[in-house]
């Protein structure tokens, strides 16, 4: 099985590459799906490897100055407090079976939506705020609204290992709509290397991380991101995101049903 974890890991490496979703939005469904580990297994595992991953991400996006710090204190403010407490109630829950599975099977398919409105309607919805400026959050407001949506995708991304990538960057987008498109995936990226982090160490504790999976795919991933980076330049990126969309409604309906 060694090898067809680590050609998941490439296939899903191609299409972060391509596409700039985060990986657990893909790679999370693909492990309860295809190869049927529970969803407290695929959450631990993917969130050690998405730490990872994207900590390679952080080192890059830092060298060219992408990372806004003062946005990922503010959002790691909310989020780290929010996923250790999580994690404190899922050890409360005791064994990870029954009721807990199924809730966090679900909070993976809604979490999948999520991306994929993200990935749908983002343009959209940055339109409909910039012809209403008076929406747009400034000061105190801005700051407090930023530490508030930490705390959320903390929760969501300790249930699900979802929400940090496509869903966080959308939100980001929404509250500082002035960032450079560069700007928003670094900072998105640099927030999430310490939340994955946290909750990864939280599921080390939960015991719900497999080694073996995490070795697997970390083997085939960095390449396949290599790679969908080189195909991004070639392909359409409306007509790949498009076909992502159409997948991942089809894998969350299938995780809620």
């Given at each position: 099985m060694f090898l067809a974890y680590t050609v998941s890991g490439l296939s899903v490496g191609v299409l972060v590459g391509l596409t700039g979703v985060g990986g657990g939005s893909l790679m999370t469904p693909l492990l309860t799906l295809l190869f049927g580990f529970s969803p407290a297994t695929a959450v631990g595992t993917d969130l050690a490897f998405a730490s990872i991953t994207k900590g390679f991400g952080t080192l890059a996006h830092r060298a060219h100055g992408h990372v806004r710090w003062d946005i990922v204190r503010r959002l790691s403010l909310g989020s780290l407090p929010a996923a250790a407490l999580t994690i404190g109630v899922l050890k409360s829950a005791g064994e990870l079976d029954g009721p807990v599975l199924h809730a966090i099977r679900v909070t993976i398919g809604v979490s999948v939506l999520l991306t994929v409105?993200?990935?749908?309607?983002?343009?959209?919805?940055?339109?409909?705020?910039?012809?209403?400026?008076?929406?747009?959050?400034?000061?105190?407001?801005?700051?407090?609204?930023?530490?508030?949506?930490?705390?959320?995708?903390?929760?969501?991304?300790?249930?699900?290992?979802?929400?940090?990538?496509?869903?966080?960057?959308?939100?980001?987008?929404?509250?500082?709509?002035?960032?450079?498109?560069?700007?928003?995936?670094?900072?998105?990226?640099?927030?999430?290397?310490?939340?994955?982090?946290?909750a990864a160490l939280g599921h080390v504790w939960l015991g719900t991380v497999h080694w073996n999976l995490l070795g697997a795919l970390l083997v085939g991933s960095i390449p396949g991101i290599w790679l969908g980076a080189q195909l991004s330049k070639q392909l359409p990126e409306r007509l790949v995101r498009g076909a992502l969309a159409t997948v991942l409604t089809f894998v969350a309906i299938k995780l809620v049903s």
């Open positions: 409105l993200s990935l749908l309607f983002r343009s959209q919805l940055l339109a409909w705020l910039a012809r209403r400026p008076q929406y747009q959050l400034t000061g105190a407001r801005q700051a407090n609204a930023t530490v508030l949506v930490g705390a959320v995708i903390g929760v969501l991304v300790t249930l699900s290992s979802i929400g940090a990538g496509a869903v966080g960057a959308t939100l980001i987008l929404l509250l500082y709509p002035q960032l450079r498109a560069a700007e928003v995936a670094g900072t998105d990226i640099a927030y999430a290397v310490p939340l994955t982090a946290v």
